[in-house]
């Protein structure tokens, strides 16, 4: 891989998000009082119930933290518009590097990405810059936009890491699902945990498959509960903080590899 990172970080995905935060903003105003009582990637058909398929994928944890304390002061529609400018933005960055949603957890997502790919490089590379745009956008424009909506400012974690995962089907003839099953997902749960606020941690599989320039922005961490290993060798299996970001994505398509501040 002769690039870093690639050149799908541009001015038209950055305005995407930003087109919808702005209809977002409109929407919220005129219907916050209007809301009534109420009473590759396979594809799913292709998966019998029961059945999976096996492939090599990053799975990303994004996560509001403290969301349950923040919210508790807001009235339930405040907290409804809060959700409505993050998930979306988050759901349309993880589209623009080609990810699935396992599940929308409430007040965060679960991500499949690099299922379009056999190259393990391409899989890391995909993973950390969908996670670097996401932390872009949750900093540069959604928590500005949550201050002129008058909601509060949340940080948010997130975790990745890759490796062999099943898709499976789950569920009864009337209602089922597909779902990212394997030790994977299970690690990148954990180390959204792990993440500082407004941090990414990637699991050491990830950051061994990431262009060797960016390993300079790899932190390794350390947590009394962390105990994995690698089951082959019992070796332990370590995990990272990720220190960079993206730049202004207008910059960014006009080349040339800019070096941000370890944070």
């Not at 002061?73 to 988050?90: D, F, G, K």
């Not at 949603?101 to 679960?110: A, L, Q, R």
């Not at 997130?158 to 394997?182: P, Q, R, T, W």
Request: glycine share 8%; charged share 20%; hydrophobic share 40%.
């Amino acid at each position: 891989m002769k690039r870093p990172l690639s050149r799908r970080w541009t001015p038209e995905i950055h305005k995407r998000v930003q087109t919808y935060l702005k209809i977002m903003a409109r929407r919220a105003t005129a219907t916050r009082v209007q809301i009534p009582n109420g009473q590759t990637m396979p594809d799913i058909n292709s998966i019998q119930i029961g059945g999976a398929k096996r492939m090599d994928a990053a799975i990303l944890f994004f996560d509001l933290e403290s969301f349950t304390t923040i919210t508790a002061e807001l009235q339930m529609e405040r907290t409804l518009e809060l959700l409505n400018y993050v998930i979306p933005s988050v759901m349309h960055i993880v589209r623009n590097w080609g990810g699935f949603f396992e599940k929308n957890t409430g007040d965060g997502v679960m991500a499949i990405l690099g299922t379009e790919t056999k190259d393990l490089n391409v899989i890391a590379q995909d993973a950390i810059e969908c996670a670097m745009a996401i932390r872009y956008v949750m900093e540069n424009d959604i928590q500005q936009a949550l201050s002129n909506a008058g909601l509060p400012n949340i940080n948010f974690r997130i975790g990745v890491d890759m490796g062999a995962v099943l898709i499976g089907k789950v569920g009864v003839h009337s209602h089922n699902f597909l779902s990212a099953i394997g030790t994977i997902a299970n690690l990148s749960c954990k180390l959204q945990s792990y993440a500082r606020p407004n941090g990414i941690c990637i699991g050491e599989t990830l950051a061994r498959n990431l262009h060797s320039y960016l390993h300079q922005f790899c932190e390794q961490g350390e947590h009394p509960d962390w105990n994995w290993q690698r089951t082959a060798t019992g070796q332990p299996y370590h995990f990272y903080h990720f220190h960079h970001d993206w730049p202004d994505p207008a910059v960014w398509v006009r080349g040339g590899f800019v070096r941000q501040p370890v944070r």
